[in-house]
Structure formats: structure tokens, C-alpha cells
């Protein structure tokens, strides 16, 4: 048990459908961020939140939208998607970036576009 | 960030030490080392950092080269659990998040 806690773990969409991926922590953290796992690929940043503020936008593409409506809460909102979109979406919180307390993962979703 | 080198892969024994290399030789005077771990199927698990010392704690110990631009993350009695990719990662207290390289994946054998 990480503190983090995604869901769904597997998510099976089409390039039409509108899914959302869901990250909750109760940790205590300040900072949330959204990673994307490609297989044999490092991990990629994507966004990062600050006291609910985005802070990061690493190049993202508008079909991927993030919410953080409060900071132990953070969604990415997925809609049009294209299979090279599969991927392991994985979540992490921390105290405020800035500092260097560790990163807290969850045990990330499992995506597959169709 | 700085960036760092290592090891596509090593294997070890199991019960026995574990040394696994990271090199940083642009590394700058505000950059701190971190290690992160991602066993098969879950997100990465932080292991340690440190700044300019020695580090030791429950999972690991951290040894870092008097001129900085290498360390060496030390599992003292490798267990088949430790089977995993190992990130090394530098990150400048003021910097952006953790930018992740392709880490070296560990193998242990019984």
C-alpha cells in the first residue's frame, strides 16, 4: 500500500469514447503529478499540480485534460485517444515540489485504446 | 536536471551484495541523488537520496564519490523481492519533478 491509491487499475476505450482516470491520496502532500509509462520507454512527465495549481505542462496533447480539484484529488480526463495512447498512466504526490521529499506512486492504470 | 548513466542490466545472487553504479559527471553543486525502484507491475517506490554523505536507511545504503560525479546504491543481502529496474536520479531542489531515465534492471537469482 502506497498512500496512492488509481482506479481503475485496466482500462479497455475506443478512439471515440470519453473516459476519465481518477488519483487520490491522503497523505498530507501538496503536489500531484500524472506520468506515462510506454512499454520499454522510461517514464514520461506530464503534468504536475502545486496547492492545486498546475505548475508542469510537459507538451501534452489536448486530448489528454487534467483536473486537481483539490490536492489530495487529481484526474486526467481522456477523450479521442489513438492507440499509441496505450500506455501505464501512473500517479504520484509529494510534499510541495521544490522541496526533496520523495515521490509517492500508485500502482498506476493500465490503458489500451482500441 | 543533470543527466545520469547506467547499467542497461546486472544480476546478482541471492544473499549476497549488490553494487549498482551511477555516474553524473555534470552533475552541479545544488543537485541532490535520488534512487527510485519499480518492481514488475507497480509504480516506482523511492529507496534513498542524498546531497554530499554516505546515507544509510532500511532498504539501502548510498555511497557517493568525493568529487560527486558518481554513487553507488548498495543492497547489502540481495533478495529475489529486490528483482526490479533502479533508477538513478538527479534533481535540483528548486528544479521541476523527476526526470526518469531507463534505470538498470536487476535480476537475483536463488
Known amino acids: 500500500e502506497t498512500g496512492v491509491t488509481q482506479t481503475p487499475r485496466h482500462l479497455v476505450m475506443g478512439m471515440t469514447n470519453k473516459k476519465s482516470l481518477k488519483c487520490e491520496q491522503h497523505l498530507g502532500h501538496n503536489a500531484m503529478y500524472w506520468y506515462k509509462q510506454s512499454a520499454k520507454k522510461p517514464l514520461e512527465l506530464m503534468f504536475v499540480y502545486n496547492f492545486k495549481e498546475q505548475t508542469e505542462n510537459n507538451s501534452v496533447p489536448s486530448r489528454f485534460s487534467p483536473e486537481c480539484p483539490n490536492s489530495s484529488h487529481l484526474f486526467l480526463h481522456l477523450h479521442t485517444l489513438q492507440p499509441e495512447d496505450s500506455a501505464l498512466y501512473l500517479c504520484a504526490s509529494s510534499q510541495p515540489q521544490g522541496d526533496n521529499s520523495p515521490l509517492h506512486f500508485g500502482n498506476g492504470t493500465r490503458l489500451t485504446v482500441t | 536536471d543533470a543527466k545520469t548513466t547506467q547499467p542497461n542490466s546486472m544480476e546478482s545472487n541471492e544473499e549476497e551484495p549488490v553494487h549498482l553504479p551511477c555516474n553524473h559527471s555534470?552533475?552541479?553543486?545544488?543537485?541532490?541523488i535520488h534512487w527510485y525502484r519499480q518492481l514488475p507491475s507497480q509504480g516506482p517506490e523511492y529507496v534513498i537520496h542524498g546531497l554530499t554523505s554516505n546515507v544509510n536507511n532500511r532498504m539501502a545504503s548510498l555511497a557517493i564519490a568525493e568529487d560527486r560525479k558518481s554513487s553507488t546504491l548498495i543492497l547489502h543481502r540481495a533478495t529475489l523481492r529486490d528483482a526490479a529496474v533502479y533508477y538513478c536520479?538527479?534533481?535540483?531542489?528548486?528544479?521541476?519533478?523527476?526526470?526518469f531515465g531507463k534505470g538498470t534492471t536487476l535480476s537475483v537469482s536463488s
Open positions: 555534470t552533475i552541479s553543486g545544488t543537485d541532490y
Open positions: 536520479i538527479l534533481k535540483n531542489q528548486a528544479g521541476t519533478a523527476l526526470i
